[in-house]
T-cell receptor, first 112, second 114 residues
């Protein structure tokens, strides 16, 4: 099993550009989520999904969109990047009722 | 909104000493409390967790205690080693049940000096 994978590992965007961060898992987990990590701020939940076709907002959803068309994939879209979105983004998954939440390797995004 | 507070933000100990990190949570329905370790440039990884029906859990040099009445839980690392140096995050699963989101504390940077 590859576990949770994310692409790209690094990305530099200009203000106003759009992009999609990819996340995939091969563990057949129903629950997937996106976090952003900023220095001194811990991991903050952006969006989450409890299954294909179902998504909801977390703590810091503004500026981000998600969709979940399959169990495996949960992409995160930045429609118009802003410098405040410079961060490290982690995707995570777990099974319904499962305890351990598995994280992907992260995407380091810089917006100039 | 619900939150988790974590203290201290930085902790420096001598090799062989013990380290304690404390967290408090706001949602009284929370029933699951994991601890994650994150090494520099790596992803967070689960090191130990505890459910709300247990007061203490131990795994070799690490232990977690939970006080549901006071809504706080702690991570204890004994006989610290340089490889324990990392950022540690506590978390609480909100809303009860098994479906809730994990809300994380802001992290503690632990440095173990040889």
């Amino acid at each position: 099993n590859a576990g949770v994978t994310q692409t790209p590992k690094f990305q530099v965007l200009k203000t106003g550009q759009s992009m999609t961060l990819q996340c995939a898992q091969d563990m057949n987990h129903e629950y997937m989520s996106w976090y952003r990590q900023d220095p001194g701020m811990g991991l903050r939940l952006i969006h989450y999904s409890v299954g294909a076709g179902i998504t909801d907002q977390g703590e810091v959803p503004n500026g981000y969109n998600v969709s979940r068309s399959t169990t495996e994939d949960f992409p995160l879209r930045l429609l118009s990047a802003a410098p405040s979105q410079t961060s490290v983004y982690f995707c995570a998954s777990r099974s319904t009722g499962g305890r351990e939440q598995y994280f992907g390797p992260g995407t380091r995004l810089t917006v100039t | 909104g619900e939150n988790v507070e974590q203290h201290p933000s930085t902790l420096s100990v001598q090799e062989g000493d013990s380290a304690v990190i404390k967290c408090t949570y706001s949602d009284s329905a929370s029933n699951y409390f994991p601890w994650y370790k994150q090494e520099l440039g790596k992803r967070p990884q689960l090191i130990i967790d505890i459910r709300s029906n247990v007061g203490e859990k131990k795994d070799q040099r690490i232990a977690v205690t939970l006080n549901k009445t006071a809504k706080h839980f702690s991570l204890h690392i004994t006989e610290t080693q340089p490889e324990d140096s990392a950022v540690y995050f506590c978390a609480a699963r909100m809303g009860g049940g098994s479906q809730g989101n994990l809300i994380f504390g802001k992290g503690t940077k632990l440095s173990v000096k040889p």
